[in-house]
């Protein structure tokens, strides 16, 4: 009786420790199962932040480079009109110096020694002034050229 007892109480605990068992081999797949939907997901979610950053700091190269660009145009254009007004001036400074040289030329030969002294020092000052206005388009040239390359540098920089 007392080995049946034992027999039956020894089948009933392997019954309930292979139950125990496979109930926890069940809880045990469902959370690697569980883990490694999360972790899927996650590296999913990861692949696509990184794939958004990629994207988004690949538009700000384009649009950097744009600016730069734009700026370049901008500032190539700037310097053209400089250039171009300055050599307007120079123009100017030469027609002026043509018309001091046609009146002296009309004017009588009684004034002619008091004229030409009057023009010598005009022409000395006008030429004073073209090479005053000469070095100052230089000067602002090399500084808006400075200018460019810093920004170039900078916009490489970055």
């Not at 899927?40 to 990184?50: C, G, I």
């Not at 007004?85 to 110096?97: A, R, S, T």
């Not at 009057?118 to 200018?147: P, V």
């Amino acid at each position: 009786r007392k080995k049946k007892f034992l027999a039956k109480h020894l089948s009933e605990t392997e019954k309930a420790s292979k139950e125990s068992h496979s109930r926890y081999q069940n809880e045990l797949r469902k959370v690697k199962e569980e883990k490694e939907s999360i972790l899927q997901q996650h590296l999913l979610e990861s692949e696509n932040a990184r794939e958004n950053l990629k994207k988004e700091h690949e538009e700000h190269l384009q649009k950097v480079k744009l600016d730069l660009q734009n700026h370049e145009i901008n500032s190539q254009e700037q310097l053209s009109e400089f250039k171009q007004k300055h050599q307007n001036e120079l123009n100017e400074i030469e027609n002026e110096k043509k018309l001091i040289i046609e009146r002296i030329q009309i004017e009588s030969k009684d004034h002619l020694i008091d004229n030409t002294a009057k023009f010598e020092a005009s022409l000395a000052r006008l030429e004073e002034e073209k090479k005053t206005l000469q070095q100052k388009h230089e000067t602002d040239i090399n500084s808006k050229h400075a200018d460019l390359i810093s920004i170039q540098e900078f916009h490489e920089s970055n």
